[in-house]
């Protein structure tokens, strides 16, 4: 008995009708990834909300610094201060955590800098590290940075209205001419990371979180229509 063989074209036919089914399938797949990742990075920004929140209410309503004098090198961010003092979970290197959003290339943790960006206060263009707290009139002020020469002041935002921690990112040059992503836990204040479909996610000082998208602030690093980039795109 004959046994039965593809025939070159058969097989030709059956990898054309694969190839068109996955093209189909893949932008779908891709878009609820997309999607996931985001709602997963809004349920840490939340979280995170609540430990700066707890965090306050031990310490007279003040935020934890972007950037602590008190630490020294690699752990020198608000991020090692709410490990260290145990207002989120212990962090193991390359899992999950809700200080780093799953859109970060790997979506782990890596260090205490690989993280959401904190917020300073804007100081001749570069960010300063500075507490932040209600004001009497239901504003927001700052401490300031006295090391730094930079007064305190107070801002015409509402708790509610106030970004303090957001998506972000920085580019490490590991090797050379291969750019390594992440996020950075220290920021200017008027600097966000695309990276949820050209929209960053931004937690509060209220403790709410918003959804962004380019109007917001401005973009230097991170994706740009679904492109990492390094690609400066000043005042959205």
């Known amino acids: 008995m004959q046994r039965e063989r593809f025939t070159l ?17 893949l932008p779908a ?15 840490n920004l939340r979280q995170s909300g609540l430990a700066i929140s707890s965090y306050a209410g031990d310490y007279s309503g003040f935020t934890p610094e972007g950037r602590p004098s008190q ?21 193991s290197n390359r899992k999950p955590h809700i200080l780093v959003c799953p859109s970060v290339p790997f979506g782990v943790y890596a260090n205490p800098v690989s993280c959401y960006g904190m917020r300073g206060t804007l100081n001749a263009g570069a960010a300063v590290s500075t507490f932040f707290r209600e004001s009497s009139s239901k504003r927001v002020m700052d401490t300031g940075n006295a090391a730094n020469s930079v007064s305190a002041k107070t801002y015409i935002q509402t708790l509610s209205e106030f970004p303090l921690v957001f998506d972000s990112f920085a580019v490490t040059n590991v090797v050379a001419g291969v750019n390594i992503f992440t996020g950075h836990a220290f920021s200017n204040p008027n600097t966000l990371g695309l990276n949820h479909t050209s929209r960053a996610n931004v937690l509060m000082l209220a403790g709410n979180v918003a959804s962004g998208s380019r109007s917001w602030l401005y973009f230097t690093r991170g994706q740009l229509n679904g492109t990492w980039t390094q690609t400066v795109i000043p005042n959205f």
């Open 9 to 25: 074209i058969e097989l030709l036919v059956v990898i054309t009708i694969i190839t068109i089914l996955a093209s189909m399938l």
């Open 29 to 43: 797949l891709n878009k609820a990834r997309v999607k996931s990742q985001s709602t997963v990075c809004v349920n």
């Open 71 to 91: 630490y020294t090198g690699a752990y020198s961010y608000w991020t090692w201060t709410m490990i260290n003092l145990k207002y989120v979970p212990p962090a």
